[in-house]
């Protein structure tokens, strides 16, 4: 029987587990019913969460920081959403079955919500679904909601994209690795995390990361997940940088980031179609962009081809 998007709506106002844990699971698998449903929450405020992505190269200490920042904020009577991106990897097994057990203590209150997902190599399909699940935990009430992300790779960092603000958790002894996705992942943040500051060198990173964070006026934040010791500081500064980001163009970027989220589900939802249309084509010969275009037009798409660029742009679905 097909769910009733108004019925697990009132559900998911009504914080029923069930009906939150229904509601992602039909976004996750595409179900016809995501579509009105997730139309519906866009009715609901939501703009009072603040969305969270921790985000750093494994074995950081995201996850315990993230048990931490959930006890703390437990601890003010919030309620908290948690969206863990695991990598779908069989071999990366070990890590996810130890952040469940990590979250374990949490996993009785029900003012905890924690959802898992796999990126199993989709990353339009996993922002998609994991954009939705933030917006299905605000709904039923969650504020803050954290976006976990497993590593540092690309589906990570496009997932992170989604949140308010991003939370780059950096410690000491991880090697070249670290080195390498620094810069990178700077950019990207809105706050720097040196973890396991009970670790003699972390202060070393933390001296090295202060002139990186300061030229892009970020801050750095010292934690010790292990004891809790600078998570209330963190979890202060979190707040703090959110409420600048509000006065200063989070909301142009939160709106581009729904466009992001537009196209995302554009492709998510026009690659089964065009891969049906493809394999009924059977032996395919010459150039691929050409083919490319003639299977587009065969969907129904009309391109108009630009001579100064040579790039072809859609002008009008007409299906
Ligand atoms: N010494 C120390 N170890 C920590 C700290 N935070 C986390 N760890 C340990 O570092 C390892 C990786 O932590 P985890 O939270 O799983 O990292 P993640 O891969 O980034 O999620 C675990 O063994 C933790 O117990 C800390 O502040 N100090
Ligand atoms: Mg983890």
């Given at each position: ?25 039909l976004v996750e698998d595409c179900h016809p019913a995501a579509e009105p449903l997730l139309a519906?929450l866009d ?74 997902m796999?990126t199993r190599g989709r990353i339009g399909g996993l922002c998609a679904a994991a954009g939705a699940a933030v917006r ?18 690309q589906a990570?960092i496009d997932v992170?994209r989604l ?91 939160r709106n581009r980031c729904r466009q992001a989220e537009v196209l995302d589900w554009a492709i998510e939802i026009l690659q089964p179609r065009l891969r049906e249309v493809l ?10 962009r050409?083919?490319a275009r003639r299977l587009l037009e065969s969907v129904g798409f009309q391109l108009v081809?630009d001579?100064?660029?040579?790039s072809s742009s859609i002008s009008k679905e007409t299906r």
């Amino acid at each position: 029987m097909s769910p009733d998007p108004q019925r697990l709506l009132e559900g998911i106002c009504r914080r029923d587990p069930r009906a939150i844990a229904r509601a992602i699971t039909l976004v996750e698998d595409c179900h016809p019913a995501a579509e009105p449903l997730l139309a519906a929450l866009d009715e609901a405020p939501l703009d009072k969460a603040t969305t969270v992505g921790i985000t750093g190269p494994g074995g950081a200490g995201k996850s315990t920081l993230t048990q931490q920042l959930i006890a703390h904020w437990r601890g003010q009577g919030r309620r908290i959403g948690v969206v863990a991106i695991d990598p779908s990897s069989p071999i990366s097994g070990g890590a996810l079955l130890g952040d469940r057990v990590r979250m374990m203590h949490h996993a009785l209150d029900p003012q905890v919500v924690i959802r898992s997902m796999a990126t199993r190599g989709r990353i339009g399909g996993l922002c998609a679904a994991a954009g939705a699940a933030v917006r299905i935990m605000a709904a039923s009430g969650c504020d803050p909601v954290i976006v976990e992300t497993v590593g540092v790779g690309q589906a990570e960092i496009d997932v992170v994209r989604l949140t308010d603000l991003t939370v780059l958790v950096l410690a000491p002894g991880l090697g070249d690795d670290i080195q390498a996705m620094k810069a990178g992942l700077v950019e990207l943040a809105d706050l720097l995390v040196v973890n396991k500051s009970d670790r003699p060198d972390a202060e070393a990173l933390a001296m090295e990361m202060e002139p990186v964070a300061r030229e892009r006026n970020r801050r750095v934040c010292r934690t010790c997940a292990a004891d809790g010791r600078g998570v209330p500081e963190l979890a202060r500064t979190i707040e703090e940088t959110h409420c600048a980001g509000l006065e200063n163009g989070l909301r142009e970027r939160r709106n581009r980031c729904r466009q992001a989220e537009v196209l995302d589900w554009a492709i998510e939802i026009l690659q089964p179609r065009l891969r049906e249309v493809l394999l009924g084509l059977g032996e395919v010969r010459g150039d691929p962009r050409a083919n490319a275009r003639r299977l587009l037009e065969s969907v129904g798409f009309q391109l108009v081809q630009d001579p100064a660029s040579d790039s072809s742009s859609i002008s009008k679905e007409t299906r």
